[in-house]
Every structure is written in structure tokens, then in C-alpha cells.
């Protein structure tokens, strides 16, 4: 069972950037996709990115394609988002996943295993 550890979080000006990374542990990494979701206040969570085993395929929710990137070391057990021009709406916690199984951008619950997420705030 792999472990998953947050962090990057923090405030940030409209039209800035945060990188969010992700520490896995307890598992074989690289055997898992990865994926990263958000829950803003008083909504459901949502999918942002996820990426395959190796790295090789990559998808993004369309409210955040062409300002997000994900990305994966597997040598590091690490994964990571690059978040540029960040908008008010980016505002949420944004909780790294895993699953064994890579399916694009259709995780309607989610993945297997879960962070315990780390708080984005994008000020206007």
C-alpha cells in the first residue's frame, strides 16, 4: 500500500505559480498512476491531471489545460503540478492519488489511494 505525502502549497497572486509536489512511499511507484484532484470550499472534488506509470501519457481536466503540468521521477518516488497563471478559481485543496490502473482523465471516484491534500489559496 503506497503512502502519499503533499506539499508546495500556499498563497499566491492571481497570474502567479506554485509547483505542488508529492512524496510516495511504502509501495512500488512505479507500478501506479498518478493523479492529482481538488475540492474548492462547498463543492464536490474534482480531477486535475493524472499520468501514466512511466510518465509516457499525460491528461488534464479543461479548466486547467495549458496552465498545469504533471509530471513524475520515478527514481524519486516523487510526482509533481506545476500550476501557472493561477486564477481565483484554482482555489482549493488539492490532494495527490495513485491507482494501479491508468485511465486517462475518467476517475469519476476517484483513485485508490489518497494524500491528505494541501490547501491552494489564489488571491485576486
Known amino acids: 500500500q503506497v503512502q502519499l505525502v503533499e506539499s508546495g502549497g500556499g498563497l499566491v497572486q492571481a497570474g502567479g505559480s506554485l509547483r505542488l509536489s508529492c512524496a510516495a512511499s511504502g509501495g512500488t511507484f512505479s507500478s501506479y498512476a498518478m493523479g492529482w484532484f481538488r475540492q474548492a470550499p462547498g463543492k464536490e472534488r474534482e480531477f486535475v491531471a493524472a499520468?501514466?506509470?512511466?510518465?509516457?501519457?499525460?491528461n488534464y481536466a479543461n479548466s486547467v489545460k495549458g496552465r498545469f503540468t504533471i509530471s513524475r521521477d520515478n527514481a524519486k518516488n516523487m510526482v509533481y503540478l506545476q500550476m501557472d497563471s493561477l486564477k481565483p478559481e484554482d482555489t482549493a485543496v488539492y490532494y495527490c492519488?495513485?491507482?494501479?490502473?491508468?485511465?486517462?482523465?475518467?476517475?469519476?471516484?476517484?483513485?485508490?489511494?489518497w494524500g491528505k491534500g494541501t490547501l491552494v489559496t489564489v488571491s485576486s
Open positions: 492519488a495513485a491507482d494501479q490502473v491508468y485511465l486517462g482523465r475518467n476517475y469519476p471516484r476517484g483513485m485508490d489511494y
Open positions: 499520468i501514466s506509470w512511466g510518465g509516457g501519457s499525460t
